[in-house]
T-cell receptor
Framework: DQQVKQNSPSLSVQEGRISILNCDYT??????FLWYKKYPAEGPTFLIS?????DKNEDGRFTVFLNKSAKHLSLHIVPSQPGDSAVYFC????????????FGTGTRLTVIP | EAQVTQNPRYLITVTGKKLTVTCSQN?????MSWYRQDPGLGLRQIYY???????DKGDVPEGYKVSRKEKRNFPLILESPSPNQTSLYFC??????????????FGPGTRLTVL
């Protein structure tokens, strides 16, 4: 059973606008959440993370929001750039800092110039 | 350059023919892991290793073996591959088990097709 879900397989956004990628999880024991970015023919690379003690974490153009009561997190990219076009995976861990990750199915973001 | 390398990058084989996918990291990382990525399922962990000679099953270990005789290498072995093991495989490493999931480095992937 998929414990981390990304219900939108794809998303297209105009350059300069906001991209919002969503992720839901079912396991209430998860307490650390991450977003990975993946380009074709490359492995995933870490983008941004958030601990369950926070509800927001920001890093430049990227912000992750966590709503624990709804078991939902989202990644906001503002402004979106063509180089952001990639597959984005949401992941969760049952222990802050642990490496055993549960991944979502990914959302393919296309930023249109 | 710090990196995780995998070989081969692409492999087509037949059912039952034993194969090994190698994984090597040059960062002196203790923790290494194998994932498979399938459409509609995301990345799922196959096996992981917290240090030399210490390995454990992930979520989908059936049909796979691993070994960790040296710190830098973590090969994935398919003793008798079957078509349902056709997938994209990623090796990953990090400094330690509790080093932080955000410090996990992934290899470029191995696309395996079993006919």
């Amino acid at each position: 059973d998929q414990q981390v879900k990304q219900n939108s397989p794809s998303l297209s956004v105009q350059e300069g606008r906001i991209s919002i990628l969503n992720c839901d999880y079912t396991n209430s024991m998860f307490d650390y959440f991450l977003w990975y970015k993946k380009y074709p023919a490359e492995g995933p690379t870490f983008l941004i993370s958030i601990s369950s003690i926070k509800d927001k974490n920001e890093d430049g153009r990227f912000t992750v929001f966590l709503n624990k009561s709804a078991k939902h997190l989202s990644l906001h990219i503002v402004p979106s750039q063509p180089g952001d076009s990639a597959v984005y995976f949401c992941a969760a861990s049952g222990q802050a800092g642990a490496n055993n990750l549960f991944f979502g199915t990914g959302t393919r973001l296309t930023v249109i110039p | 350059e710090a990196q995780v390398t995998q070989n081969p990058r692409y492999l087509i084989t037949v059912t039952g023919k034993k194969l090994t996918v190698t994984c090597s990291q040059n960062m002196n990382h203790e923790y290494m892991s194998w994932y498979r990525q399938d459409p509609g399922l995301g990345l799922r962990q196959i096996y992981y290793s917290m240090n030399v000679e210490v390995t454990d099953k992930g979520d989908v270990p059936e049909g796979y073996k691993v070994s960790r005789k040296e710190k830098r290498n973590f090969p994935l072995i398919l003793e008798s591959p079957s078509p349902n093991q056709t997938s994209l495989y990623f090796c990953a490493s990090s400094l330690s088990f509790l080093g932080g999931a955000d410090t996990q480095y992934f290899g470029p992937g191995t696309r395996l097709t079993v006919l």
